[in-house]
């Protein structure tokens, strides 16, 4: 199983989407900001040089939201989704495609990554009351 770790960054009523390149799996689908933990990481480390990686920030890793297990064909993955703030520096599309805030009524408009479905759909049951 693969540990992945992911951000849910917030700017008001607002929180952070990313879409993934093309070239990748689930390419062109909709995704929290994260990726894999490497060996020696804790999974809060590996969020911060995830979010420094593909956005140029630094965050301030705060709670665990949700924890969601996703069996892909390819690989099953431990998604862990973490509260976080960017202490520093304005998000850059370094490695997506492309980057939005939407609000949680927005959440239809955008094709997700499977995995991430049942965060979705908890972030509408709860509403903008975070």
């Given amino acids: 199983m693969t540990e992945v770790v992911a ?14 390149p093309a070239h990748k799996a689930r390419g062109l689908l909709w995704e929290f900001v994260g990726g894999k933990v490497e060996p020696g990481e804790t999974k809060q480390q590996a969020l911060v040089r995830e979010c420094r990686e593909e956005l ?10 949700m924890d969601v297990t996703h069996e892909y064909p390819d690989l099953t993955v431990h998604l862990t989704l973490f509260h976080a703030g960017i202490r520093e520096g304005v ?6 495609c492309d980057l939005r805030w939407i609000t949680v009524d ?9 995995a991430d479905t049942v965060i979705l759909e908890r972030l509408q049951s709860i509403g903008k009351h975070l």
């Fill in 7 to 20: 951000a849910l960054i917030w700017d008001k009523n607002k929180f952070m989407i990313c879409q993934r």
């Fill in 56 to 65: 140029a920030v630094t965050v301030d890793v705060g709670e665990v939201f």
């Fill in 91 to 96: 998000p850059q599309k370094l490695e997506h």
């Fill in 106 to 114: 927005e959440i239809p408009q955008y094709n997700f990554c499977p």
